[in-house]
């Protein structure tokens, strides 16, 4: 089993910066990859980066590429979004999640077994 928490959300006016954070706990291999997904009021939740924990190889959206990073830290237990030149665009929940094998096509949301509740993040303009 694997447990994620997230915190680190809140409000934010535009062309701000956050710092997501994921705690997370239990069995190590399955959180061999592990992503941030986020969902918008109305919208389906969408993937905004993964990484591969033992290559680090990472994947971003396109609407975040060159403004969030993905990384985790050196002992494994944290895995931290850095967002910056935030747009009211980037508003929504975001959530952690963890799977014992990246999926093929990386923002699939079925391809991740452990999800955390959330942080919500606001942009305002």
């Known amino acids: 089993q694997v447990q994620l928490v997230e915190s680190g959300g809140g409000p934010v006016q535009a062309g701000g910066s956050l710092r997501l954070s994921c705690a997370a706990s239990?069995?190590?291999?399955?959180?061999?990859?592990m992503g941030w997904f986020r969902q918008a009021p109305g919208k389906e939740r969408e993937g905004v980066a993964r990484i591969q924990t033992l290559t680090r190889t990472t994947y971003y959206a396109d609407s975040v590429k060159g403004r969030f990073t993905i990384s985790p830290d050196n002992a494994g237990r944290t895995l931290y979004l850095q967002m910056n030149s935030l747009k009211p665009d980037d508003t929504g929940m975001y959530y952690c999640?963890?799977?014992?094998?990246?999926?093929?096509?990386?923002?699939?949301?079925?391809?991740?077994?452990?999800w955390g509740q959330g942080t919500q993040v606001t942009v305002s303009s």
């Open positions: 999640a963890a799977a014992r094998f990246c999926p093929v096509e990386w923002s699939r949301r079925d391809g991740y077994s452990y």
């Open positions: 239990g069995d190590t291999y399955s959180r061999r990859c």
